[in-house]
C-alpha cells in the first residue's frame, strides 16, 4: 500500500519550470507529413520482445475537442505524454464521429465497437425513472453494487443495453485468458469500454466516496484495487488543494483571466485557483483523478499481468468533462487540466513500459464541445458585422452565442402546457433527458384527438424555443424517413467529411426498439443542453455540429504506424475500434492500412 501511495504522488506532482514549448505540427497538406518539430525520437527503455503478448492501452480523454487538440497539443512541454504520442506516432486531427447524440455513453460505445447508437442501443447518458428523475442510463436493477467493503442493496450499472460486442467482448471470446481491465470516472466510461465480459471494470460513485463494481462484472471488488481507490484514498487524493503547474504558461496562452464569466463554483471548489474539492462530486473535477486511474492502471498490471496473456487497459479519462462542464473549455482550469493530464500521461507511459515492455496506445475522446456563451460574445469579433461573417472549420459559434437548454425547466413547462392542453392534471411527461422528451405510458396511450392535443403542446413549447432548438423530431415520423434516410446516406469512410444533413445524424442515432424517448431534440448551433453540474454554468455538447464530432486520434505502435506523422483529412471514427482489434493481434489488417483506408480524400 505505501508503495501505491509514493506511485500515486509522483504521478499528481507535475510541478517544476516549464520545459520548452513545442512549436506547431506540421503537415498541413493532409499527406501524412511527419511532425519534425516534436522532437527526436526517442529510445524505449524496454526492448521489444516478439514472444510477448500484446499489450495495448486504449485511452478516451472525455470532452476532448479536435479543436482543442489542435490549438493546444502543440504547446505543451516537449517532454510530456502527448508530444512522446505525436513524436513516435500518427497523430489524426479530425476522427470524425457521424451521429448527432454525442454524449458520453454513446461516443464510448461508438468508439468501442465501432457501430453508431442507432446500432449499438445506446443513445444517451441518462433516462428518467418512474419518477421522472434522470438516473444513469446503464442502471440495471439486476445487479448489485460492489465496494471495497462488500456488497450492497443499492442497483448496480451493467452492459444490458448493449446490443453489439465491443473489442474487449471479442478479446475474451477469442482469448478468455485475457487481462481486460477498465476503469474511469463514470459508470458509462468503465462499462462500455469494457463490454460484457472484462476482468475488471471499475468507476466512481460520488454519493459513496469510493470506487465500485458490479455484481455483473463481479461479485467482490478486487483485492489491489482497494488501496488506491477505496474511502480512504479518495478522501486523502481530494483534499489536496489544486494549484496551477505553470501560471506564467497559462497567463501567455488562456487569454482570459481566472474566474471569467459563466464558470461555475462546483460544491465549494470555487472560480479561482487554488481549488479544494469539498465532496465527492466536486473531487470528479481534479486532474489528480487522472492519476489517480493511471496509478489504479498500474497495480492491475502489477498485480494481474501475465507477459503470455494479451492485456487490454481501458482507461476513460472523465476530469477534462468535468472541468468543460464547471469552467468551460477556455478556461485557466482547462488549460491546466491538460498540462497536468500531458504530464501524468507521460509518467504513466514510462512506468508501464519499465513493468512489461513495449506498449501500444490508442487515444481519442468520445466527443468534443464548444466555448461558453459568455466567452462566445466576449471573442466577438468585428468581421461579424461585416458582408461576409467569419467561418469556423469546425462550425463554431463564432458571431450568435447560444444558451443553455436546463431540462428541469423545459420538463417544468412542457408538463405546464399539456396540463393546460388536455384540461386535466395527469402524468403526460415523463422526464427530459437530452435529447429526448419521454413521455409516460398514459401519455403514449391517449387516444388520437387527445394525443394531438398534446403533440400541439409540446411543439408550442418549442416554437417559443425556436432561437435555441432547431429541430424536435417525433421518433413516429423518424420510424418513417430514417430507413429510406440511411438507405441513400454515405458509407464510411465518406461520411467523415462534412455536409451531411441533420436528419442522417439523428437517424444515426436513434432506434425504434432501443427505449429512447419520444421527441427528439437538436439544439440550434451554440446553444447546448445544460449538463447542470452547476446548473446555468460552464460549458456542454449534445449538438450535430463539427465541434461536437470532430475529436483527436493519436496511434502508438512502434513498426505498425509511422511516427511523427499527422493526418488531416477527416477519418472515420471505426478506425478506433478497428486499430485496438490490430494491435491486440484479432483482426489481421495492419494499422498503417486501417488508417489509409478509413481517410475521407
Request: charged share 25%.
Amino acid at each position: 500500500m505505501k508503495r501505491s501511495l509514493l506511485l500515486l504522488a509522483s504521478l499528481v506532482a507535475c510541478g517544476g519550470a516549464e520545459p520548452a514549448a513545442v512549436s506547431p505540427a506540421r503537415g498541413a497538406s493532409g499527406d501524412g507529413a511527419p511532425d519534425a518539430s516534436a522532437g527526436p525520437p526517442t529510445t524505449p527503455e524496454a526492448s521489444v520482445d516478439s514472444s510477448r503478448a500484446p499489450v495495448v492501452v486504449a485511452i478516451v480523454v472525455d470532452q476532448l475537442s479536435a479543436w482543442v487538440a489542435e490549438e493546444r497539443l502543440p504547446l505543451l512541454p516537449g517532454d510530456g505524454g502527448f508530444a512522446r504520442l505525436r513524436r513516435e506516432g500518427t497523430w489524426v486531427k479530425a476522427l470524425r464521429l457521424p451521429y448527432a447524440a454525442t454524449d458520453t455513453a454513446p461516443g464510448h460505445a461508438s468508439l468501442h465497437t465501432g457501430r453508431t447508437p442507432a446500432e449499438s442501443g445506446i443513445w444517451g447518458n441518462e433516462i428518467p425513472d418512474a419518477s421522472g428523475k434522470r438516473v444513469t442510463f446503464l442502471r440495471d436493477p439486476s445487479t448489485k453494487l460492489v465496494v471495497p467493503d462488500g456488497v450492497l442493496a443499492s442497483p448496480g450499472s451493467s452492459a444490458a443495453r448493449l446490443r453489439v460486442e465491443t473489442v474487449a467482448d471479442r478479446l475474451r471470446r477469442a482469448r478468455p485468458d485475457a487481462l481486460v481491465v477498465s476503469a474511469s470516472l463514470k459508470d458509462r466510461g468503465a462499462i462500455m469500454p469494457a463490454g460484457k465480459r472484462p476482468s475488471v471494470a471499475l468507476w466512481f460513485e460520488p454519493a459513496l466516496g469510493t470506487f465500485a463494481t458490479s455484481t455483473a462484472f463481479a461479485s467482490s471488488f478486487p483485492r489491489w484495487a482497494a488501496p488506491i481507490v477505496g474511502p480512504p484514498a479518495i478522501d486523502r487524493a481530494r483534499a489536496a488543494a489544486w494549484t496551477p503547474s505553470d501560471p506564467a504558461w497559462l497567463a501567455r496562452h488562456v487569454g482570459f483571466d481566472d474566474a471569467a464569466p459563466g464558470e461555475g463554483d462546483l460544491d465549494g471548489l470555487g472560480t479561482v485557483f487554488p481549488h479544494v474539492a469539498r465532496t465527492s462530486a466536486a473531487f470528479r473535477a481534479l486532474p489528480a483523478t487522472d492519476a489517480l486511474l493511471f496509478e489504479l492502471a498500474l497495480a492491475a498490471v502489477a498485480a494481474e499481468h501475465d507477459p503470455k496473456k494479451p492485456t487490454l487497459l481501458l482507461l476513460s479519462l472523465s476530469a477534462s468533462d468535468v472541468v468543460g462542464h464547471v469552467f468551460g473549455p477556455d478556461s485557466w482550469e482547462a488549460w491546466d487540466h491538460l498540462h497536468k493530464l500531458d504530464a501524468a500521461l507521460g509518467r504513466f507511459l514510462d512506468a508501464l513500459e519499465r513493468r512489461v515492455g513495449d506498449v501500444s496506445v490508442v487515444l481519442a475522446a468520445d466527443h468534443g464541445n464548444s466555448s461558453m456563451p459568455e466567452v462566445v460574445r466576449a471573442r466577438r469579433p468585428p468581421a461579424c458585422d461585416g458582408p461576409e461573417p467569419p467561418v469556423d472549420p469546425y462550425e463554431r459559434p463564432i458571431c450568435a452565442a447560444g444558451v443553455r437548454i436546463e431540462p428541469n425547466e423545459l420538463q417544468r413547462e412542457l408538463k405546464a402546457e399539456a396540463e393546460k392542453a388536455l384540461g386535466a392534471r395527469a402524468p403526460w411527461i415523463l422526464g427530459v433527458a437530452d435529447p429526448y422528451v419521454f413521455l409516460t405510458e398514459e401519455g403514449r396511450a391517449l387516444p388520437a384527438a387527445k394525443r394531438g392535443a398534446l403533440d400541439g403542446a409540446i411543439r408550442r413549447v418549442f416554437a417559443r424555443r425556436k432561437s435555441s432548438v432547431a429541430e424536435l423530431h417525433d421518433v413516429r415520423e423518424l420510424a418513417r424517413a430514417c430507413p429510406e434516410t440511411l438507405a441513400r446516406a454515405r458509407g464510411a469512410p465518406d461520411r467523415a467529411r462534412p455536409g451531411e444533413d441533420i436528419l442522417t445524424l439523428v437517424c444515426r442515432s436513434w432506434s425504434a426498439d432501443a427505449g429512447a424517448g419520444d421527441f427528439y431534440m437538436v439544439p440550434r448551433n451554440g446553444s447546448v443542453f445544460d449538463g447542470e453540474v452547476v446548473p446555468g454554468k460552464g460549458a456542454s455538447h449534445g449538438g450535430p455540429y463539427l465541434h461536437d464530432r470532430t475529436v483527436p486520434l493519436l496511434v502508438h505502435a512502434r513498426g505498425a504506424v509511422d511516427a511523427g506523422v499527422i493526418v488531416t483529412d477527416p477519418v472515420d471514427f471505426t478506425a478506433y475500434s478497428r486499430l485496438v482489434g490490430a494491435l491486440l493481434g484479432l483482426d489481421a489488417e495492419p494499422p498503417r492500412a486501417i488508417l489509409a483506408s478509413l481517410r475521407a480524400r
